[in-house]
């Protein structure tokens, strides 16, 4: 019986688990969690048989305890005011499969394929419909109402009646977000009722868009480019099956709510999934820090010579982990010791070869499959000892090794941490072939992958998406031109650092009557020309004690002399930095471009897998296709390829920053700590008390004399960066290549074939 402290609800919606089962039938009390069937069953029907006229109102029996009473035309006007079941919630639709009920649990006893129907409430828990069989309303009174799974029939009013094939107001449905909820079952709103007299009869519609039903029939929903990222990186496997890997693949892993401190630690390598191999997407969506960034220095290339492989060049790895204290200060006392020295950040050194490199982005490749890795540099065979090119190649694997630790998952992966840990080359030798022997993860990966329940919207991420890829091709473009500009930037510094050694040549010259050699001579007579191979002390260009003056022992002419030598000298020390400026620092910048060039290629992979995955989700939401399992498994991947795009935008924000930073603060070094520095030495030679300082001894020849003869005004070529790996032409793809060519023997060319719809 029922409590008579039981305040019954005031609305007919049922908060029921999203769980579709068959009800029990042992009680009849209204139970608004287990017994579906029987709650509304209950509301349906007295206690002693005669029928209840709102599913909200209490009989006269049931309230007589509680001293309430409700007359019957109270109870008629609560059944108008609430609107139970009222004329305009009720919707036809049609019966899309065969359905015998059992009259036990109060379900529809024989509805047949095509059957019309009357839905009185859409859903009453647990995945079930209350409605009303329209069939047989002559036959019984009222027609025979019971419950019908929610996904046995389809709504009429969401098709077309007129010629015209014109939609009604009412068939849009808002389908873009799926609504959030702890159950394990995504609920699917199916807009506001709107009351039909009759079913309409159904009349098939188009959308114009054969392909996705041919991919689903002949291709069983695989995507004919077998050569996709989607396909590659087994995305296209999870999402049409799941993973074997996954327990519970048909639905879409959440992120728990207690996680176990043991939980964190590798169980074994073999044993249960690690937990190196979960990965958690926060809202964001965005992947979840595990450890802390860390930084990897190669540096100390050398060669060696094995008798097996011959020669080859051996890096040194270094790995500076963050400072860690793991001592605990003593009991009573929570501030540290100021006296105490902070902890020292820990190193790991080891040494590797370009070959353990490969292994590792080949390792890396097959575990994380579903994320943007760095590519690797290429091999080269001809003149990769020279020093230039050893030194190129530290520069990009240390960059490549950092852009590794910097993902937020791929630094905690456990070949990672063999690669930078193993300081035993044994133990590196009989470890390395097991990860080398290690399967593609494939669709295990996405199975692994843990985010919030239903927080996808369609129409967001393919907004997302597409303003993405239009920013990463506009970066990559910007960063190409930034490239050849700087590469500019540094030739000029070049030819800066010549026109202040010619300067300082031009100075030295003047004051030594030392003719320049390569020097221009505009505005000289030829009679002037002519006396520059004669004795220039006997024509009192210079006196005997090296003075500019053509008067013996004047200390005026002295001083400036020896001022305006100075001048010289540091113009030359000042040109040297300007040419070292931009053969080392400028260089390092230059390279430092590589970091964010290309960003249009790196997430290609992610752009394809994630287009792909939408259509998918598309086709699994469709009015009348729904497939929970499958707009699940879509999630998972649409979260993992976000969480991508959202590392990026980070990354991106910090690679500019520092590259902004690392140029300007070389530009301060340049100017305010070593041009400027020296200037203002020479600037003060012309005062005193260094300027009467200077005329004490007489001048010394300066070292630069000697070159005026044959001046340095050609320097060597500037070195340029090796290029990026992505800066060369890109090959066509396959997919691309028989596209063309069935378009060629098709159709004429440069006109799209319809095979096109393929790719």
């Not at 005011?81 to 065969?98: C, I, K, M, N």
Request: glycine residues 8%.
């Amino acid at each position: 019986m029922v409590d008579t402290a039981f305040s019954p609800p005031k609305t007919g919606l049922l908060q029921l688990p999203q769980v579709l089962s068959r009800p029990h039938s042992g009680e009849l009390e209204f139970d608004s969690g287990i017994n579906a069937s029987t709650a509304w069953t209950v509301s349906l029907t007295n206690p002693d048989g005669s029928p209840r006229l709102s599913l909200n109102g209490t009989s006269a029996s049931s309230t007589a305890g509680t001293g309430l009473e409700q007359a019957p035309e109270e109870t008629a006007e609560s059944v108008d005011e609430e609107g139970s079941f009222d004329a305009e919630e009720v919707r036809p639709a049609r019966a899309l499969y065969s359905f015998e009920g059992k009259p036990e649990f109060r379900e529809l006893m024989q509805v047949e394929a095509g059957d019309e129907l009357e839905i009185v409430r859409e859903d009453v828990g647990e995945g079930w419909s209350l409605a009303r069989l329209h069939k047989r309303s002559e036959e019984v009174g009222g027609g025979e109402m019971g419950l019908i799974p929610r996904s046995y029939y389809i709504f009429t009013a969401d098709f077309a009646y007129s010629e015209g094939l014109e939609v009604p107001a009412h068939h849009a449905r808002g389908r873009s977000r799926r609504e959030a909820s702890t159950g394990s079952i995504t609920p699917r709103n199916s807009g506001s009722p709107v009351r039909q007299s009759e079913a309409r009869p159904i009349i098939p519609q188009t959308t114009g868009e054969w392909f996705p039903s041919f991919r689903r029939s002949l291709l069983r929903g695989k995507s004919l480019n077998r050569f996709s990222s989607f396909v590659t990186s087994g995305a296209e496997e999870f999402v049409l099956q799941g993973s074997s890997e996954d327990a519970t693949a048909s639905h879409p892993p959440r992120i728990p709510s207690d996680v176990d401190d043991d939980e964190s630690k590798r169980e074994s390598v073999l044993g249960h999934m690690a937990e190196a191999e979960r990965h958690f997407v926060e809202a964001g969506p965005s992947w979840r820090t595990k450890v802390p960034p860390f930084r990897v220095l190669i540096h100390s290339p050398s060669k060696r010579t094995s008798t097996i492989t011959g020669a080859y060049t051996i890096y040194t790895v270094t790995t500076a982990f963050g400072a860690l204290s793991h001592s605990r200060p003593a009991s009573g006392s929570s501030d540290p010791d100021p006296d105490e020295e902070p902890p020292s950040p820990m190193r790991i050194t080891v040494h590797r070869r370009f070959s353990h490199f490969v292994a590792l982005h080949t390792a890396l490749t097959r575990l994380l499959p579903g994320i943007a890795l760095p590519p690797l540099p290429e091999k080269q065979y001809a003149g990769r000892f020279s020093e230039d090119f050893v030194e190129a190649r530290r520069g990009d694997l240390e960059r490549y090794m950092n852009r590794v630790a910097r993902h937020p998952i791929a630094r905690y992966a456990e070949v990672l941490t063999f690669f930078l840990g193993c300081e035993s080359d044994t133990e590196w030798k009989k470890q390395l072939p097991y990860y080398l022997s290690l399967p593609p993860k494939g669709p295990g990966f996405f199975a692994n992958v843990y985010h919030p329940a239903f927080n996808v919207d369609a129409d967001e991420a393919s907004e997302a998406i597409d303003r993405f890829v239009n920013h990463t091709r506009a970066v990559g473009k910007g960063v190409q031109g930034l490239r050849n500009i700087f590469g500019k930037v540094r030739e000029a510094r070049v030819e800066m650092s010549k026109a202040e050694r010619l300067l300082s040549y031009s100075i030295l010259s003047m004051i030594t009557a030392t003719p320049l050699a390569q020097a221009p001579t505009t505005g000289l007579s030829d009679e002037e020309e002519g006396e520059e191979g004669q004795n220039t002390a006997t024509h009192g260009h210079v006196n005997e004690d090296g003075a500019w003056c053509w008067r013996e022992g004047c200390e005026t002419c002295l001083k400036l002399t020896k001022a305006m030598q100075k001048t010289s000298e540091t113009l030359q020390i000042v040109a040297d930095l300007y040419d070292d400026h931009a053969r080392r620092t400028q260089l390092a910048t230059h390279e430092a471009f590589k970091n964010v060039a290309h960003p249009a290629t790196l997430y290609a992979p992610v752009v394809d897998t994630h287009r792909s995955t939408l259509s998918r989700y598309h086709d699994s939401i469709r009015e009348g296709g729904e497939d929970e399992d499958t707009a699940a498994r879509c999630e998972t991947v649409l979260n993992t390829t976000m969480a991508e795009m959202d590392t990026y935008h980070t990354q991106k924000v910090e690679d500019f920053q520092e590259l902004a930073k690392e140029h300007l603060d070389g530009e301060i070094a340049l100017y305010e700590q070593q041009i400027l520095s020296r200037l203002r030495t020479a600037r003060k030679a012309f005062d005193q008390p260094q300027y009467d300082e200077l005329g004490r001894d007489p001048r010394q020849p300066s070292i630069y004399e000697r070159e005026l003869e044959h001046p340095r005004l050609n320097p060597a070529p500037l070195s340029q960066p090796c290029p990026h790996v992505f800066d060369s032409a890109p090959m066509r793809p396959v997919s691309v290549a028989i596209q063309e060519g069935v378009g060629m023997l098709l159709g004429a060319p440069g006109r799209a074939s319809v095979f096109g719809k393929f790719w």
